[in-house]
């Protein structure tokens, strides 16, 4: 029996518009880098994915194809080995400083993954759900991304931005720094996207400004819409438990507030509400000190750091063994992650916490059809074949022209907040 | 897209022949009872799955049609949802008292998952291993598994027993109760089957004889064919102890030893050798207890106990998230499980011990093609889409009628060894 075999694979880094959001690593810049990936068959299938975007992972996605191209797309473990056998174990455990802690070959494994789960999935005419083990819901919820940021919607270059959602345009444009400019971003947004669950990105001003924020969050939205607070870790253990006290009641769960599994472990214990994270325990082998210790109730996962859609599935059964929770983690993304995202997200056995999305921050998109629709705060499972979205060619050339006009090869947000505040330092732990 | 629909389950108890094989629970009856589960869509696919016969599994899975009939078999997730739901807590939890653990609901799910996998393989022309990531072998390494016997190959309804195994169906018969008989039923299995690891099942025997025999093996084949021993948890603690440490050295790791992760951990403390368990951590419930006190170094799974095909697969990253390893048990079985076991093994991420197997000990078979070959001790992978075995109807027809006359409903080997030693009872810790 002959299988379809790799003939190419196309890497295209691409610059989408990017809001002025604040957080503990500065600012984003105007753009967001993401990488589109195309795997491409000897029969002409081609299956589609995407990934934050980095010139380092894309030069280690270039040194894949070395062993990847003739391979069979349905040989995951094989493709898997032969990844983590090609490059020296210095790269394969590589783990960047910054919060979103970048690592070349999971990014690389997992945008190979995806690819060929579409191709997988086209080839058998089943959507990707079907390979997770099929789905258990129709549609996967999403809570609404609050940032502090600054005016503007970013992008510089002359593309105009769009957006599908009608009063959200301006809302997403508009400042956002007191609580009272928090509540009503919360209140554009959830009514855009009817979003029923409302996290805020913090760690951007000082404690109490934040804690004010989600009291007027709970002061407006009451108790029926959950709410979380994610400092980015960059509290000093004494300032979350002090700070946590007081949004024990308010918040669904606090993510993140202090640096490393020890100092989250200790929280976990000061305080009565869970503690989630994708900071701490972000990787399998982080897992048995997790358990040891205690350090979270919750990993938010997010498949482009753990290894792809079927090692996220993996980790759900790890999650599920331990009495762990499992819920999700994002970056700036356009609509082929957010497509991953939902067909993981259909499968997984539970989905306790709404996930997490930066989509409706994003106005750009490479997709066929446009963007991906919110309906109640939740999007549709896909039901064609493979991932169930297609690249839409002329937007993928227009965004790797802004990818090389815009002259970014990786994120950084420190130098990005240098430009508004040339004193200002990325600190691990600031507060 | 409409998806193939589940019309019908068909659940064929059979018996096959046995021979009076010792162990701690007593001794095997004339016939082994598996159970041989088809099921059929409505486009008249056919998956097929074996798993141990049990009159009350035979019950549940009667019961599991009235909600799995209808079901896409593509649906994994939700059947396995489904059956989980259809039973009382009571009912899913519920474990024997015996070595091997029966769960209905368990097995269930696993001869369902099996049976679809086979369909969802035969539909994309595909072999079930590529449905779990595709092959990281092709050929799967299994071990000799020598029993202390009494004369016999077992049956006694007139069914002649046949082999295609040269040289070991005298051996196979013969009596092994010394450790000389332990040494030439050895040397007969390895020469038949080329085995290069070798498995004695203990707990039949005081102490002594066993290491006595486990001396004879070691003193006849050398440090380089790795040695288990196995007393299926009949020893004391301190018996544990005491003889482990008169087989350090000899072998490549000690099985269940003794009863319970607590006594587990204490002998594994003890004792400078890997300690390995299908009886003190048989399931994903047993893991956090596990990795919190260190009870063994080897989980030997079986996609019959542990939930199917993908659900090992999700053991084997527990396994390497926590620094287990991980290996096979068996029970008596026809070459179904075997292709199902092949199938799994040849996706594992790494297969450091070669797996168990009862089939040399089994001369009927169920399949079409007869009997399936070992090759230096080892089992190709099938490449033939599905399982790649196909049910023989006539030996099916047969085997059903050898269940039906032979009036067994269940396995007890207490009620077998009876019928030797009318004194005998079966004692959870004898030694």
Chains 1, 2 share one sequence.
């Not at 604040?22 to 589109?36: D, E, F, S, V």
């Not at 924020?213 to 400092?231: I, Q």
């Amino acid at each position: 029996m002959k299988g379809p075999i790799i003939r190419e694979i196309s890497i295209t880094p691409i610059a989408i518009v990017d809001p002025p959001l604040l957080n503990a690593a500065g600012l984003h810049a105007p753009y967001a880098l993401r990488t589109i990936v195309e795997v491409i068959t000897d029969d002409n299938i081609r299956g589609i994915s995407e990934i934050p975007g980095n010139i380092e992972t894309e030069i280690a996605l270039e040194k894949a194809k070395e062993v990847i191209i003739g391979k069979d797309p349905f040989q995951l473990n094989q493709i898997k080995d032969a990844i983590e056998n090609h490059f020296d174990k210095e790269t394969t455990a590589q783990r960047g400083d910054a919060p979103w802690d970048q690592r070349k070959i999971v990014h690389v494994f997992s945008a190979l993954e995806v690819a060929c789960l579409d191709i997988i999935g086209k080839i058998q005419g089943r959507p990707v759900v079907d390979l997770l083990g099929g789905k258990r819901r129709d549609r996967v919820p999403f809570a609404a991304y609050l940032f502090y940021k600054y005016e503007g919607a970013g992008g510089h270059l002359g593309f105009k931005t769009d957006s599908n959602t009608s009063g959200w345009d301006s809302a997403r444009q508009a400042e956002a720094v007191t609580p009272e400019g928090i509540v009503r971003q919360a209140i554009a947004m959830v009514k855009a996207f009817g979003f029923k669950s409302i996290k805020l990105k913090g760690g951007a001003f000082e404690p109490q400004q934040e804690v004010d924020a989600m009291k007027a969050l709970f002061a407006h939205f009451g108790k029926d819409v959950p709410l979380r607070h994610d400092p980015n870790a960059i509290w000093e253990l004494e300032t979350a438990i002090a700070y946590g006290r007081k949004m024990e009641g308010i918040l669904e769960y606090f993510e993140d507030p202090v640096r490393g599994q020890p100092n989250m472990s200790k929280v976990r214990k000061a305080l009565k509400m869970p503690l989630a994270t994708n900071m701490c325990t972000t990787s399998f082998e982080d897992i048995p000190q997790s358990i040891a210790i205690g350090s979270e109730d919750i990993i938010l996962s997010d498949h482009h750091f753990w290894g792809g859609l079927r090692s996220s599935m993996e980790l759900a059964k790890v999650c599920e063994t331990f009495g762990r929770k499992l819920s999700m983690h994002s970056n700036s993304h356009l609509g082929i992650s957010l497509a991953a995202m939902v067909h993981l997200g259909a499968a997984l056995p539970e989905i306790p916490y709404a996930l997490d999305t930066h989509y409706p921050w994003q106005s750009d998109e490479v997709i066929l059809g446009g963007r991906i629709k919110f309906e109640e705060g939740a999007v549709s499972v896909p039901t064609e074949p493979g991932l169930g979205v297609e690249i839409d060619r002329e937007a993928l050339a227009r965004l790797h022209q802004n990818y090389i006009a815009c002259g970014l090869t990786k994120r950084d947000d420190e130098v990005e907040m240098q430009k508004v505040n040339p004193e200002w330092k990325f600190k691990a732990v600031r507060w």
